[in-house]
């Protein structure tokens, strides 16, 4: 089973509606990502939580608010989609205790606000 | 302005070459690199790290400099395979980050066989 998963996977939505992307960690990190992706300017940071009490703003969280349930699960929601929201969304996950900070990408929701 | 760059460009290089690909930064102090590779429709896969007081890295083919005083990172494949096929990220950890990284576009790279 994957390390990080996302739901959905794909998502096409209207533009007001509201929305939550999930996501969930087997790998018993305390530390995770939201970002999105878009073409020619890359994976930009949306949130991060270094644990279930602490939540910090990205480079781009206008239009953006997030919920760490527990340490396995952090969801994202947009609360009235727009169509420059349409993007690919990875959440990550990190270990502190590791020396190389590597992040673990789940696979990504696309998203399209019509 | 901080700045990250890479080869926005693809770049195609014939099965067995090395392929050299290039993490240019400006306005960073960066207390490590990161890259990452990127398959289509999957999340990055961490590669390699390599630290501020570190020159060079290595992990079976791939190799890793950072010269902190250009302001850049390259990051080779030796003996290229079509496998190799991807888009590679570089990110920047800043001291005291807390593992937070900056990324940049990421550059595409074609291994022709």
């Known amino acids: 089973d994957a390390d990080v998963t996302q739901t959905p996977r794909n998502r096409i939505t209207k533009t007001g509606k509201r929305i939550m992307l999930e996501c969930s960690q087997t790998?018993?990190?305390?530390?995770m990502y939201w970002y999105r992706q878009d073409p020619g300017l890359g994976l930009r940071l949306i949130y991060y939580?270094?644990?279930?009490?602490?939540?910090n703003k990205g480079e781009i969280s206008d239009g953006y608010s997030v919920s760490r349930q527990a340490q396995a699960k952090f969801s994202l929601s947009l609360e009235s989609a727009i169509p420059n929201q349409t993007a690919l969304y990875f959440c990550?996950?990190?270990?502190?205790?590791?020396?190389?900070?590597?992040?673990?990408f789940g696979p990504g929701t696309r998203l399209t606000v019509t | 302005s901080q700045k990250i760059e890479q080869n926005s460009e693809a770049l195609n290089i014939q099965e067995g070459k090395t392929a050299t690909l290039t993490c240019n930064y400006t306005?960073?102090?960066?207390?490590?690199l990161q890259w990452y590779r990127q398959d289509p429709g999957r999340g990055p896969v961490f590669l390699l790290l390599?630290?501020?007081?570190?020159k060079e890295k290595r992990k079976e083919r791939l190799k890793v400099t950072f010269d902190t005083t250009l302001k850049q990172s390259l990051f080779h494949i030796t003996a290229s395979q079509p496998a190799d096929s991807a888009t590679y990220l570089c990110?920047?950890?800043?001291?005291?980050?807390?593992?937070?990284?900056?990324f940049g576009t990421g550059t595409k790279l074609q291994v022709i066989p």
């Open positions: 990550a996950t990190s270990d502190p205790g590791t020396n190389a900070y590597e992040q673990y």
């Open positions: 790998k018993g990190h305390d530390r």
């Open positions: 939580s270094f644990d279930v009490k602490d939540i």
């Open positions: 306005n960073y102090s960066p207390a490590y």
């Open positions: 390599i630290r501020e007081n570190e």
């Open positions: 990110a920047l950890g800043l001291r005291g980050g807390y593992q937070k990284v900056t």
